[in-house]
C-alpha cells in the first residue's frame, strides 16, 4: 500500500477521533446523556450516536465514496475501495458510569478484517495511539513497542468475563482459571480497543476475550501489530463476532494452550 496513501487516512482518523472526543465530553459535562439498553448488558447512549455520526461526517469530507462499519449504524456500503471501522466509544459502561475508561477507535482498511491504520483515543487522558501499516505504532507520536516479559509467570493478562453470554461462563472461567495459575496479574478494563493499546504499549502483556465485534478490535489490532504484538482468532469470526487471544508475541503459545 502506497504511504501517502496511509498518511492521508491516518490523518483523517486522527482528525476525526479528536473531534469526537471533543464532542463527547461537551455531551456529558452538559448532562445530556441518554442511556438506553440494546441487548443484555449492552447499552448505548446519544453520546455514542452522534460521535459516529460526527466520525463519519468528518471522514466524508476528505473520502466521501468510502465504506463504514459502525457499532451503532452497522454497515454503509458506498463502494469504495476502503472501508472505516468505527467504535464510536468503545467501553460505553465505563463512559455513562464516569469511569475514565474509555475510547474512541477508529480503523481502515482495504481487504475485509485486515487493518491498515488504526487510532485508539483516550479522551480522559489526552493519549492518543495510531499506527499505519509499516511505520509503527505512536503514542502522542512517539514510538511505542510491546513488553520483553517472555515468562508467563510474570506477566499480566487480560481476561474478560463473557457479561452479555452467561451461558458460555463455565467454559469461559475454566480457561481463566488456567491462564491466572501461570501469569502474575489479571485486568479487565472494560474497553477492547484500550487493552489492545496498552499491550501495544508494554503496559499490559497478553489478552483473552470472547463474543467481541470486529468494531471493538480492529484499531486496537492494527496499533498492537505495528508494536510487535500478535494476534490469533479462535475459530471462524466475522464483523459480529470475534473471538481472539492477543499479546506481546513473546507468550502468545502459552496462552493459547491455556484457552
Not at 140 to 146: D, Y
Request: proline share 3%; charged share 25%.
Amino acid at each position: 500500500m502506497d504511504k501517502t496513501i496511509l498518511k492521508e487516512h491516518l490523518a483523517v482518523a486522527e482528525e476525526a477521533a479528536r473531534k469526537a472526543g471533543e464532542l463527547v465530553l461537551s455531551m456529558e459535562h452538559a448532562g445530556d446523556l441518554v442511556v438506553t439498553t440494546k441487548h443484555t448488558n449492552d447499552f448505548v447512549t446519544n453520546a455514542d450516536k452522534a460521535s459516529e455520526q460526527l466520525i463519519i461526517s468528518t471522514v466524508k469530507e476528505h473520502f466521501p465514496d468510502e465504506d463504514f462499519l459502525g457499532e451503532e449504524g452497522g454497515e454503509q456500503d458506498a463502494g469504495g475501495k476502503g472501508r472505516w471501522v468505527i467504535d464510536p466509544i468503545d467501553g460505553t459502561t465505563n463512559f455513562f458510569r464516569d469511569v475514565p475508561d474509555w475510547v474512541i477507535s477508529i480503523a481502515w482498511e482495504v481487504e475485509r478484517n485486515h487493518p491498515l491504520v488504526g487510532v485508539v483515543y483516550v479522551v480522559s487522558q489526552h493519549e492518543l495511539f495510531s499506527a499505519m501499516q509499516g511505520d509503527g505504532a505512536r503514542l502522542n507520536g512517539k514510538p511505542i513497542h510491546v513488553s520483553d516479559i517472555k515468562d508467563p509467570a510474570h506477566s499480566v493478562i487480560v481476561c474478560v468475563p463473557p457479561h452479555r453470554h452467561h451461558e458460555a461462563s463455565e467454559a469461559y472461567f475454566a480457561a481463566e482459571k488456567r491462564i491466572f495459575a501461570g501469569c502474575s496479574d489479571l485486568r479487565s478494563f472494560g474497553s477492547c480497543a484500550l487493552e489492545l493499546a496498552y499491550i501495544a504499549c508494554g503496559r499490559l502483556d497478553g489478552y483473552f476475550e470472547r463474543f467481541l465485534g470486529y468494531y471493538d478490535m480492529a484499531a486496537g489490532w492494527a496499533i498492537l501489530q505495528e508494536a510487535g504484538g500478535k494476534l490469533d482468532f479462535l475459530g471462524p469470526h466475522n464483523d459480529g463476532h470475534c473471538d481472539f487471544v492477543a499479546s506481546n508475541g513473546k507468550i502468545q503459545d502459552w496462552l493459547l494452550k491455556q484457552v
